[in-house]
């Protein structure tokens, strides 16, 4: 089975700053979908960023990029210039690219709360 | 409709009680999923939808929980006999293939007192 392991509970940093999320997955699979979802005091889960496994280039949006190393199976993910507004839970989430059964779950690590500070 | 749609937003039941927590994904979205999340917590997988079928049921935590969906849309997430325990935000998400992102409603929030 698919498991999604975030070793940071909190993390905090300052304004303008830049931090990184760290994400780790175990499967046996090797054609998957790794996600970054942002889940504000709002509640709403936005999707951030994503990444096939089959790509060695790392995606990247705007201020947010990943760190994705297949062989390790890692999946970080770096904010750049920190904003207030990115304060919120971070979810690392993966998924196989496989149908039928229990492949296509969305599963999501426990997250990891992140602070801007002012 | 524009995004994942449920309701109620909030639900307060007394325990022993069933309730009904509904879920309006996204028009021509196939894949249906439930989560709950405890304060605080993360999100745990319940079931998934592909379809009106539900290939994966493993994550409902005991038989007072049930799902259903018809019409390929809407989707039901039933609690029987509702307990404290129970008490969390479930979320329902869509996603068009089974291999592109999902998209998440904003979630009903249930109270067992």
């Known amino acids: 089975a698919q498991t999604v392991t975030q070793s940071q509970p909190e993390m905090s940093v300052q304004e303008a700053e830049t931090v990184t999320l760290s994400c780790t997955y175990d499967?046996?699979?090797?054609?998957?979908?790794l996600f970054w979802y942002k889940q504000p005091p709002s509640r709403q889960m936005i999707l951030v960023i994503r990444q096939e496994a089959y790509k060695q280039q790392n995606a990247t949006e705007n201020r947010f990029s990943v760190n994705f190393q297949k062989a390790a199976k890692s999946f970080s993910l770096k904010i750049s210039d920190s904003q207030l507004g990115d304060t919120a839970m971070y979810f690392c989430a993966f998924r196989t690219m496989n149908y039928g059964g229990s492949q296509g779950n969305l599963i999501f690590g426990k997250g990891t709360k992140l602070s801007v500070k002012p | 409709g524009a995004g994942v749609s449920q309701s109620p937003s909030n639900k307060v039941t007394e325990k022993g009680k069933d309730v009904e927590l509904r879920c309006d994904p996204i028009s021509g979205h196939t894949a249906l999923y439930w989560y709950r999340q405890s304060l605080g917590q993360g999100l745990e997988f319940l079931i998934y939808f592909q379809g009106n079928s539900a290939p994966d049921k493993s994550g409902l935590p005991s038989d007072r929980f049930s799902a259903e969906r018809t019409g390929g849309s809407v989707s039901t997430l039933t609690i029987q006999r509702t307990q404290q325990e129970d008490s969390a935000v479930y979320l329902c998400?869509?996603?068009?293939?089974?291999?592109?992102?999902?998209?998440f409603g904003q979630g009903t929030r249930l109270t067992v007192v």
């Open positions: 499967t046996s699979e090797n054609n998957y979908y």
């Open positions: 998400a869509s996603s068009f293939l089974m291999n592109t992102e999902a998209f």
